[in-house]
Structure formats: C-alpha cells, structure tokens
C-alpha cells in the first residue's frame, strides 16, 4: 500500500478513534459530574458565521442560529481530531502508528487545548482560556483534562488502528 494512503488511513482511524474517547469522556462527565459536554452546535454556528465574514462573537449563543448548525459542528469537530491525529504522524511518523507509545499521543493531545484557548474560546465569546466565564479556571481544568482524554485516545486508537492493519487493511490493498 503506498505510503499517503497508509497515511491517510491511520489518520483517519486514530483521529476518529480518539475524538469519540473524548465524547465518550463527556457522555460519563456528563452522567458522573452533572457537567455538560460542549454544545457542538454552537461550533456549527461559529463555522457558518466564519464563512461569512464574521470572526468574533460576544457570545456566540447571542448571534442567530444556522441551519444545520449542530451537523456541521459534529463534522467539525471529528475533522480536527483527525487533524490532530495527521499533526501527529507528520511528527512522529508513520512508525508511530505502528508502534504507539504514549508520550507523543499526550504531547498532541494535550497542546491541542491550545485550538480553543486561543483560537475558539475567544472568537467564542468565552476569552482567551475561558477568561470571560464565570469560572475560568475550572473552566481551563476541565479543558485540560479532556484534551489529555483525547491523548489517551490517540494512543488507544493508536494500538487499535496498528493492530487492524497488521489483520485487516493490508489484506485489502
């Protein structure tokens, strides 16, 4: 199998793999904290704003609603886990898909809280690092730790996505 597509491959499944752990971790935060879980919707609405020439929100709740809003926000949101995962094969290669370890997958996943403290939260409404909210600092912990969920995931759908191509895939090309 060429390269760019054993590439792509392990992009796609690490990437999606880590982003549904982070959901799965929300689903349980949600359930176990009573904490709830990003409205992806409101990424959606960001997104088609965004589009249209507007950057900024104050707050991004206030600012009207977008026809499927919530659809574009979820497509999102697994597009940038898949991204990560990408950013994480062009460091560390495609070896590291073959033979995860776990200090790479946290190094990404934990530097991806980078994208919403100062990129979303931001041009959310929220500040940088959720400055604007109620309780940032909570709010940067809660950020924080599930970011290093997802770094778990990236290692585990690591371990998954390796396995299925030493099984599976390679059958198939």
């Known amino acids: 199998m060429p390269e760019a597509v054993d590439y792509l491959m392990f992009a796609l499944l690490i990437g ?3 982003t549904a752990v982070m959901d799965i971790w929300a689903a349980a935060r949600e359930r176990l904290l009573g904490i709830r879980p990003l409205d992806y919707a409101l ?3 960001w997104l088609a704003h965004l589009v249209r020439g507007r950057v ?3 707050p991004i709740a206030a600012s009207p609603s977008v026809q499927g809003e919530r659809l574009l926000g979820w497509i999102a949101h697994y597009l940038i886990g898949i ?12 070896g590291w ?6 200090g790479p997958a946290l190094v990404v996943g934990i530097g991806s809280v980078a994208a919403p403290f100062f990129v979303m939260q931001p041009a959310m409404g929220a500040g940088i690092a959720a400055s604007r909210t ?7 912990f809660h950020s924080v730790v ?16 390796s396995w299925l191509d030493t099984l599976a895939w390679r059958s198939v090309w």
Do not use: S
């Open 16 to 18: 999606a793999g880590a």
């Open 43 to 45: 990424v959606g609405r």
């Open 56 to 58: 900024c929100h104050d």
């Open 83 to 94: 991204a990560f995962a990408a950013t994480l094969l062009a460091f560390w290669g495609l």
């Open 97 to 102: 898909a073959r033979h995860p370890t776990l």
């Open 134 to 140: 109620p309780r940032p600092g909570v709010a940067r």
């Open 146 to 161: 599930t970011h290093g969920i997802f770094g778990l995931g990236l290692y585990g759908a690591g371990w998954l996505a």
